[in-house]
């Protein structure tokens, strides 16, 4: 069954250094997200991107943050300048369609700021 | 804005007994209702989408089903390896507005 993948599973960084987060979403799916999980709290949206361009974003998807997509497998996420409070697990979703059917999920990186 | 409550918290069954999750959810147009089940320190598994209210759906001793103001996930003679936490999500909004907006969900614990 395909699946949503992701590297690396952990990344652990000094505030004020730059990560890059990669994924690489399911082969036929056409729209790819990032959501993020502060420890305890709830799954919250980041960015969705479509047709290689950002179709929505959040208040958090701020300057510091960039969505890219370098080539037909691959999608990263890349954080400028680490904050402290960037610590989190971060989970890219992908899916067929924009409006329905499921978003899959892949495991998720935990990224460590200290 | 987009609010979703789950409750309870927390469960702790026996196995076998069943029970229910709830999801309640206060939206402007949903396009979509999302259950997950998300193991600790994984990401967030797909089980259901529901579009409409009387919608219902199953999988082995899970069934969701869709009201105007809520959602229940039943499961039935619930097994050890059901312990996990379930998720719920509104996908909501104008055609453009594509995410997801999740509760804190609810963390069930199965004892043999």
């Known amino acids: 069954e395909p699946e949503v993948t992701q590297t690396p599973s952990h990344q652990v960084t000094q505030m004020g250094q730059e990560v890059i987060l990669r994924c690489v979403p399911i082969?036929?799916?056409?729209?790819f997200y990032w959501y993020r999980q502060i420890l305890g709290q709830k799954v919250e949206f980041l960015v969705s991107f479509y047709n290689n361009e950002i179709s929505e974003k959040s208040e958090i998807f701020d300057d510091q943050f960039s969505v890219e997509r370098p080539d037909g497998s691959n999608f990263t996420l890349k954080i400028r300048s680490t904050k402290l409070e960037d610590s989190a697990m971060y989970f890219c979703a992908s899916s067929e369609a924009r409006t329905s059917g499921s978003k899959l999920f892949g495991p998720g990186t935990r990224l460590t700021v200290l | 804005e987009d609010q979703v409550t789950q409750s309870p918290e927390a469960l702790r069954l026996q196995e076998g007994e069943s029970s229910s999750l709830n999801c309640s959810y206060t939206?402007?147009?949903?396009?979509?209702l999302f259950w997950y089940r998300q193991d600790p320190g994984k990401g967030p598994e797909f089980l259901f989408t529901?579009?409409?209210a009387g919608e219902e759906k199953e999988k082995e001793r899970l069934k969701a089903t869709l009201t105007k103001k809520e959602s229940f996930l039943h499961i039935t003679a619930p097994k050890p390896e059901d312990s996990a936490t379930y998720l719920c999500a509104v996908q909501a909004g104008s055609g453009a507005n594509s995410k997801l907006t999740f509760g804190k969900g609810i963390t069930l614990s199965v004892r043999p």
């Open positions: 529901l579009y409409s």
């Open positions: 939206v402007s147009g949903l396009r979509g």
């Open positions: 082969s036929n799916h056409l729209y």
